[in-house]
């Protein structure tokens, strides 16, 4: 009997996909790069709450909870309306390795 070692985060639920089909429409490269930038929005404001230079005289974990649920929303929106720009670096990023003219609608919508 021969024992195979397990590779972590490898199998049904982890690791990284080699599926690109997903990279073929436009919509969903859009809809990636408004995450990304959501993401790296809300993961500079949480470096910025962490370099604060004092405690607050009413600072608990449940303020700091709302606080964090609050950057969420605003690091959401400010991708939603007013982007830096790195979501749509990436999503021609992305287009420009899978093939797809980010130009170009998406199959089914008419320009």
Known sequence: MSIQPTIAGAGAGG???TDTSRLASKDNLDA???RFEA??????LKSMRSAKLGD????????QQFRDMQDQQLASAMASHAPMGIGKAMTEFLAKSAALDPATPAEGTTP
Do not use: Q
């Open 39 to 44: 993401i790296f929005t809300g993961m500079m």
């Open 56 to 63: 607050g005289l009413f600072d608990s974990k449940a303020t």
């Open 32 to 34: 990636a790069g408004k």
């Open 15 to 17: 690791g990284v996909s």
